[in-house]
């Protein structure tokens, strides 16, 4: 359902892989509009226990990606699967640092706009 919205692609490295690694999934800004969804905020859970609060200016100033699938296969819960919410490391490198590290939530569960 989620690719359904249309599949783009980010390449970039990230803090917890090495090399670069080629993302593909959803605009999380596509998926807030096919919900309808209307806040300042996200709130990003993980199978774990995990929770990041994402301000939605990070969706407009950065091409964050809500990823489905790595090197074009679909992502394990093992490998950070099955969903991450990838942020550009590699041309925006500001989001390496925190807070922004700490808001790229994989084995991602739940999204709750606020």
Do not use: C, K, N
Not at 24 to 44: C, F, N, T, W
Not at 78 to 97: K, M, N, Q, S
């Amino acid at each position: 359902m989620l690719e359904a919205l249309g599949l783009r692609e980010l390449v970039t490295t990230t803090p917890w892989t090495e090399g670069e690694q080629r993302f593909s999934g959803v605009d999380p800004r596509a998926l807030l509009r096919m919900v309808e969804a209307h806040g300042s905020e996200l709130v990003a859970a993980a199978l774990d226990g995990y929770r990041a609060v994402i301000p939605i200016a990070d969706l407009e100033r950065f091409p964050l990606l809500l990823a489905t699938r790595r090197d074009g296969r679909p992502m394990p819960v093992r490998e950070r699967g099955p969903l991450w919410l990838v942020y550009p490391w590699r041309t925006h490198p500001e989001t390496v640092e925190q807070p922004y590290r700490g808001r790229a939530v994989w084995q991602l569960r739940s999204i709750v706009v606020r």
